[in-house]
């Protein structure tokens, strides 16, 4: 347990983990305006002093269906199940770019705030959760791209629209359960750092991001399912292309399961460890 005592007075604050969900939830809602505070920060540090400014958020989409769609689409001639590619391409590529996104600086978000963290006691969790609505801010921002894209090829998406909030959901799920995990245990050991951009980039190798996950053998799809990010793009596909996409319900109660795991177990060892940020890192 640490400890922080105010300068001016004999209060002394004791950062205890062992509290219910309940009381997790309160202390975040009593300190919402740091998590804004941090936020918008973030936001404003990340473009400031650019050419493009907020560009930069929809550039990398631009430009990974770009190149995907070529050598995907035009040289490999991979199936996009009946839907236009680039449209198909993007449609992965947004929430694949959430995750990877949240997920890096998630990762990497108590060490960036660690002047804050040694100094000043809140709730640890806001800091995570800041990294994961700044990456929101730039998925929204890019989605404004795939609009345009669907328009200019005639692309409706329908009724289906309705469950896409439910695989957003998914992603940030799983982009703050494995957060949770990562920057905890990145205080401790700072390998950590230089294993999140391996796993980013494996994970976009192993997520069906410029291709369709039907190139997978049948008897390898409900293993292939157990990376998240399968069922969520496929969702996301389902969700967004109409009828040219379909979607096997299994990969997203897969993807449902496994994000629960992730943010149960990296919310319980979060938890566990917070007490004991401040004299580490």
Request: glycine share 6%.
């Given at each position: 347990m640490n400890s922080y005592r105010n300068a001016t007075s004999s209060t002394e604050i004791s950062i205890d983990a062992s509290g219910s969900v309940g009381e997790l939830w309160r202390d975040l809602w009593r300190y919402r305006s740091l998590l804004y505070f941090l936020t918008w920060r973030d936001i404003l540090v990340r473009y400031k002093q650019t050419v493009i400014g907020v560009a930069w958020a929809v550039l990398p989409a631009i430009l990974t269906t770009?190149?995907?769609?070529?050598?995907?689409?035009?040289?490999?001639?991979?199936?996009?199940?009946?839907?236009a590619y680039p449209v198909f391409v993007l449609a992965g590529t947004l929430p694949w770019g959430l995750f990877s996104s949240a997920l890096s600086q998630s990762g990497n978000s108590l060490l960036a705030n660690s002047h804050l963290i040694s100094k000043v006691y809140f709730p640890r969790m806001i800091v995570p959760l800041s990294a994961l609505l700044v990456s929101l801010v730039d998925f929204l921002t890019s989605a404004v791209v795939l609009a345009a894209l669907m328009l200019v090829y005639r692309v409706a998406p329908g009724i289906r629209l309705c469950a896409l909030p439910l695989f957003l959901l998914l992603v940030l799920g799983a982009a703050l359960g494995v957060g949770l995990w990562l920057s905890a245990l990145n205080v401790r050991y700072r390998d950590v750092r230089y294993v999140i951009p391996f796993l980013v980039q494996l994970g976009l190798y192993l997520s069906p991001v410029g291709f369709s996950s039907h190139v997978v053998p049948a008897r390898y799809q409900a293993l292939y399912a157990l990376n998240p990010m399968v069922g969520v793009i496929n969702g996301f596909r389902w969700s967004l292309l109409g009828a040219s996409a379909s979607l096997d319900w299994t990969s997203v109660i897969l993807a449902a399961g496994v994000v629960a795991i992730l943010l149960v177990s990296g919310l319980i060892y979060f938890r566990k460890v917070e007490t004991t940020f401040a004299d580490v890192i």
């Amino acid at each position: 347990m640490n400890s922080y005592r105010n300068a001016t007075s004999s209060t002394e604050i004791s950062i205890d983990a062992s509290g219910s969900v309940g009381e997790l939830w309160r202390d975040l809602w009593r300190y919402r305006s740091l998590l804004y505070f941090l936020t918008w920060r973030d936001i404003l540090v990340r473009y400031k002093q650019t050419v493009i400014g907020v560009a930069w958020a929809v550039l990398p989409a631009i430009l990974t269906t770009l190149i995907f769609s070529i050598v995907f689409g035009k040289f490999a001639h991979l199936s996009s199940d009946g839907a236009a590619y680039p449209v198909f391409v993007l449609a992965g590529t947004l929430p694949w770019g959430l995750f990877s996104s949240a997920l890096s600086q998630s990762g990497n978000s108590l060490l960036a705030n660690s002047h804050l963290i040694s100094k000043v006691y809140f709730p640890r969790m806001i800091v995570p959760l800041s990294a994961l609505l700044v990456s929101l801010v730039d998925f929204l921002t890019s989605a404004v791209v795939l609009a345009a894209l669907m328009l200019v090829y005639r692309v409706a998406p329908g009724i289906r629209l309705c469950a896409l909030p439910l695989f957003l959901l998914l992603v940030l799920g799983a982009a703050l359960g494995v957060g949770l995990w990562l920057s905890a245990l990145n205080v401790r050991y700072r390998d950590v750092r230089y294993v999140i951009p391996f796993l980013v980039q494996l994970g976009l190798y192993l997520s069906p991001v410029g291709f369709s996950s039907h190139v997978v053998p049948a008897r390898y799809q409900a293993l292939y399912a157990l990376n998240p990010m399968v069922g969520v793009i496929n969702g996301f596909r389902w969700s967004l292309l109409g009828a040219s996409a379909s979607l096997d319900w299994t990969s997203v109660i897969l993807a449902a399961g496994v994000v629960a795991i992730l943010l149960v177990s990296g919310l319980i060892y979060f938890r566990k460890v917070e007490t004991t940020f401040a004299d580490v890192i």
